[in-house]
């Protein structure tokens, strides 16, 4: 590991304009490549006290053993030099795509003489007009068997095409109509080019004019008795439409978009492209990469950008990118996209509208892709046994950790506090395992000692259940009486998981020593580093960014968060729909719906007399003697509300609002 020390450069010798830097190992491998408005200044940032530094920029700076830097001219050249450089040196610690080759696009190659449509995957060729890329094969297969009737253009292999040449005579698809059958002469090649240009045409989205043409073809050969000429066209017109209906309207005013998503977690990103075209989603085509440089949303469309366009010129380049995120150098970025397109190129956020809708589709995409990738991952039985024996190498301990719960604590400045249990069993989640917990034993915020009673509370009703089968003696500690509820906690972990860092993971190791338990090991992974602490270690077990057994305990305290998170949700939420009425003891909902139609509201009716509420069907005096006191010592929070019908009925103290988001432990 080195020192960046060692091969930091010397004052003033960075020159402060534009340019693009290389870090290179100790073997002469480019390992990161990065741009810059000014090089002075963003070196500087990596030559820091590597504490205050991300721990993958930290890592990167440790691995490096020189740096080295090219000036350009203006921030495009610098973007395209960086695009090349990564294209080049394919450097470890560069966001890299994982490739999309596996997508398959309708291809037209009009650099032969007579152009062929087909469907085609790998790297673009030049002289071939490209659509999609599309989800399934078969969908392009049905789509040019919708249009082969209306555009016979070849679709036959050199081979075959060769072949019937030689015969004389054409294949299947010249007999039934759907090929003009250039290999015997049918037509020549300026016509069958012709066929094959209005082919691209339509699937790039000048639908219009076309289908106008053909219904006014259609029309006049009907005026004109031509009635079998007519019903071609009539069906040539149906054939196009059902290949449009292929592809919904999603933009109305016929726009020319790509459309970009992204889904994040703290270790991978998932990338989703919608291509529209003419109003219409032509294409679509996702990425999933490894997070293996600190970098935010904006810099992971910046990446996707760059690997989208990077090869592309003209048309392939749309007049507008949607993106969720600006880049740091958007009017740059922007710029190099028009220089791509030989045009202007709008790069923005969308704000409103259909294409902001659009937009949230294309992330839920994202967010579903991602999901996937994880699923797929996760339930492989090969990697998850591969992760639970790194963990168990990791962690020192006896054997792979078959059952494994994660806690995490949850709480909104100190109210609605509330903890999580979920059970991972041989790699997989079982959520009928998952429980909750209120941290009852204190008020206000402090995640190490609910940590501490949550695990104190999970462990003793183990111990409950021990006792009562014979498997524990009751010496060797103290264990609350039965309760009487269903036997939840009876089956041991190997291993405990907490949210959070050193002092989560010495609450809860104590709570164990407490009641006598020795054989369950305890880790914490804390979220911001993605480091695993272990009891009385001053320092942390880093896995590396590839380890499987990093990414199953990642999952597990991500799970153990979410789950967290919407108890606290659940719980606030029916703290706040609380309102004075809930408090009178032995008033059901009947009655306090009642109540609020009779006196219209919360309002009025504390200001009723005890008479006045008794003449409410169903309130005896009693009854009404313990409304009126329990409204008189309660203080209105926020309008009052016809429970009956939801409505506000009068303009009161708003509640007081919320400064901050629900959150979980933080490390």
């Known amino acids: 590991m080195a020192d960046p020390s060692s091969y930091r450069p010397e004052p003033g010798q960075v020159p402060d304009s534009p340019g693009v830097y290389k870090f290179r190992d100790d073997h002469r491998r480019v390992i990161y490549v990065g741009k810059a408005k000014s090089l002075r200044q963003r070196l500087a940032n990596y030559f820091q006290d590597i504490a ?30 960086e695009y090349s450089w990564i294209k080049e040196f394919d450097p470890r610690f560069n966001v890299k795509y994982r490739d999309d080759k596996s997508y398959p696009s309708l291809a037209v190659t009009m650099n032969e003489e007579y152009p062929r449509v087909q469907v085609m995957r790998g790297p673009k060729k030049k002289g071939v007009r490209y659509f999609g890329p599309y989800g399934h094969a078969w969908a392009i297969r049905e789509t040019v068997d919708l249009m082969l009737r209306v555009f016979p253009v070849r679709t036959c292999s050199a081979g075959v095409f060769k072949r019937s040449a030689q015969i004389g005579r054409p294949c299947l698809l010249g007999y039934i109509g759907k090929c003009s059958a250039p290999c015997v002469g049918r037509v020549t090649p300026e016509e069958h080019r012709e066929l094959a240009e209005d082919f691209c045409d339509f699937m790039a989205g000048r639908t219009g004019t076309y289908l106008s043409r053909l219904e006014k ?16 066209l009539r069906d040539d017109i149906g054939a196009l439409r059902r290949a449009m209906e292929k592809n919904a309207v ?6 020319d978009a790509d459309l970009v998503a992204v889904a994040e977690d703290e270790l991978e990103a998932a990338v989703q492209i919608f291509h529209v075209r003419g109003g219409r989603v032509r294409g679509q085509r996702g990425w999933v990469t490894d997070k293996v440089e600190a970098v935010d949303t904006a810099g992971l469309v910046e990446h996707a950008l760059q690997q989208l366009y990077g090869e592309e010129k003209g048309e392939a380049v749309p007049k507008e990118v949607l993106v969720p995120a600006l880049p740091e150098d958007a009017p740059a970025l922007g710029q190099w996209l028009a220089d791509r397109r030989g045009s202007g190129v709008s790069l923005r956020i969308p704000q409103r509208g259909d294409k902001k809708a659009l937009m949230e589709t294309v992330h839920r995409n994202a967010q579903q892709s991602l999901a996937l990738h994880k699923t797929k991952r996760a339930s492989d039985l090969t990697t998850r046994s591969r992760a639970l024996e790194e963990i168990a ?4 301990l006896d054997g792979a950790p078959l059952r494994i719960e994660c806690f995490d604590i949850s709480h909104l400045q100190g109210d609605d506090v509330v903890a999580s249990m979920v059970v991972f069993e041989d790699g997989l989640a079982r959520k009928s395992e998952y429980r909750r917990f209120q941290v009852k034993s204190f008020e206000g915020q402090d995640d190490v000692r609910s940590m501490h009673e949550v695990v104190s509370r999970r462990f003793r009703r183990y111990l409950q259940e021990k006792l009562k089968t014979g498997e524990w003696d009751a010496e060797d500690g103290e264990v609350p009486e039965d309760d009487g509820r269903p036997k939840r906690f009876a089956y041991p972990p190997q291993l405990v998981v907490v949210d959070g860092g050193q002092p989560q993971v010495a609450a809860a190791k104590r709570a164990l020593e407490e009641l006598g338990i020795d054989d369950v090991a305890v880790c914490g992974l804390a979220k911001r580093l993605e480091e695993v602490w272990l009891p009385g270690e001053d320092d942390p077990v880093v896995l590396p960014r590839t380890s499987e057994g990093l990414y199953l305990l990642q999952r597990v305290r991500d799970e153990a968060h979410r789950f967290a998170i919407q108890y606290q949700r659940n719980k606030r939420g029916k703290r706040l729909k609380a309102g004075p009425l809930d408090e009178v003891p032995g008033l059901g909902e009947s009655r306090k719906v009642a109540l609020l139609k009779h006196f219209g509201s919360v309002k009025k009716l504390r200001q009723a007399t005890i008479d006045q509420i008794c003449e409410v069907p169903g309130i005896g005096r009693k009854t009404a003697e313990t409304v009126a006191a329990a409204l008189a010592g309660a203080v209105p929070a926020g309008p009052a509300v016809n429970t009956a019908t939801g409505e506000i009925i009068e303009d009161e103290a708003s509640a007081p609002a919320e400064t901050s988001s629900e959150r979980g432990t933080a490390p």
């Open 250 to 255: 999603v933009l109305a005013d016929a726009t």
């Open 217 to 232: 073809q259609m029309h006049e050969a009907a005026e004109e008795m031509e009635y079998e000429k007519a019903a071609r």
């Open 52 to 81: 205050g530094l991300h721990p993958r920029t930290a890592t990167m700076v440790t691995t490096a053993a020189s740096v080295e830097w090219t000036v350009v001219s203006t921030e495009v050249e610098a973007l395209q030099l």
């Open 393 to 396: 190498e990791a962690l020192e």
